[in-house]
């Protein structure tokens, strides 16, 4: 009788900020372990993705740990080494009680740590040296803003990246890094990856995949893939500018069961082509109160994004620009989020339509202006969890059904914008965050976006209009303010190419 493949499985998902300032700690992940890494089937998450293939092949599992964390400032190294002993001991403990016939893993591949530059690179050299694993197939999918490594095409056999920005893939994308490993078990071919770091980087803003450069990238990938058999799956990796290491920015990487000659003129066919693009992910942006001008009274809701607040590439989500915009132009039926736990906690005793004077935001980025002083009107107070209404977004992907902001408060401030306080930042995928504290998103005139492009799916549906506006904050779309030190150079738009 035939055995069942037995497959091990874990994850280690952050995208780490390098240039904010704190530090993430292991309070700040979430942490799954055996049964509770199996209970993520059906929660739209990328684990519940590989669980549904491995259901359909009928692998015996061995579920070891994982930890997934928001976007933030550099891990504490620590969380790493406690995260790979767990690991550790558990690959070993599956080895010493029979075979292994695979290893899958739902990364991000923009993870730092205070000591190691390359953790995703590091872990894969690190299982790579665990006896008896050296031989494994190891398969995954990791998210499009990664930094790709050559650490990392060596040490692995098929990593598959999303091929969405807004990540709306990212549950298909681990579906498919799956299938790809049955595809190795049953073939008994075991492919390899390569990797091509170009000279260029992009700000968020510039990779959304439904414009160039990226749409023109991805078609190209994909049309390579149709036409080559050996190529299991190209990777057009956008990268995450907001990380200083050596090998932040675009890259292509691919798995190929071919020889290296085709694989290069592949990766170099797709290299020309973004550096012929280059110019095309550098977005132009709004002066804020151009933007806000320009609104006028337009029917809404119109949509501020804030890009250099971007929760979602690790921003704290407290910053001022938008809200002091707001303010200052009287836009009356406006509505935006500020995460500010001091301000929750500091209203946890008021009663709903009591006024207080509030400092809000500002708090957590030595770039903003700092927090603004208003009269703030209660309106109420919610313990701040929610379920999500879009099971197919990248929040989804990350976190599961249901999302917890912690304490939340929602005060009109100057009696004039609605600003909801959260307790935890919260990226801005879903529409469920604000009608879930009584906002309705849809009857709003303005509502400012902590965002860069992950919003779209949940925002574009509503709105009349969509501003992408310059402000101060860590994630500001011109890379030219950022102080690299370690990143590769010369490179694009911070050098001539």
Known sequence: MKQR????????????????????????????????????????????????????????????????ALPSGMIDHAVFEQFWRAFEADLRQALGGGRLDGIWLAL?????????????GEFLRRIRNVAGAGHLPVFGVFDLHATFTETMAVNANGLVCYRENPHTDAREAAVRSARLLARCLEDGTTPR??????????PPTGTGTADDPMKE??????????????????NVVAGFSFSDVRDAGVAIS??????????DIHLQTLADLAMALRERGLPREWDLDAALRAIG???????????????????PGDCTAVLRGLLRHGMENSAVVIADPEAVASLQDAKPGEVRRLRIGG???????????????????????????????HLAAAQGATFDMGPCAVVVADDTVTVLLTSRKTPPFDLGQLRSQGITPEQLSVIGVKAAVAHRRAYDRIAAASYTVSTPGPCASNLRTLPYRKLRRPIYPLDPI
């Open 297 to 315: 009274n337009a029917p809404g809701p119109s949509i501020i994004v804030e890009p250099a607040d971007n929760i979602g590439g690790g921003a």
């Open 5 to 68: 493949p037995r497959i091990f499985f874990a994850g280690f998902f952050h995208e780490t900020h390098t240039f904010v300032e704190e530090c993430t700690t292991a309070t700040d992940f979430d942490v799954r372990r055996g049964d509770d890494l199996l209970a993520r089937r059906g929660d739209a998450s990328t684990v519940d993705g590989f669980l549904e293939v491995a259901g359909e092949n009928d692998w015996d599992l061995v579920a070891s740990v994982e930890y997934v």
């Open 217 to 234: 990238l991805e078609a190209r990938a994909r049309e390579i893939e149709r036409q080559d058999a050996s190529i299991w799956a190209i």
């Open 254 to 263: 691919l798995v190929t069961e071919g020889d290296d000659a085709a694989a």
């Open 363 to 393: 708090k957590r980025s030595s770039l903003d202006e700092g927090p603004v002083e208003v009269s703030a009107r209660l309106v109420r107070l919610s313990d701040g969890a929610f379920r999500l209404e879009d099971l197919n977004s």
């Open 193 to 202: 990856m390569k990797v091509r770091n170009l000279p260029l980087m992009w």
């Open 108 to 120: 991000h591949g923009a993870a730092v740590t205070d000591r190691c530059d390359d953790l995703e």
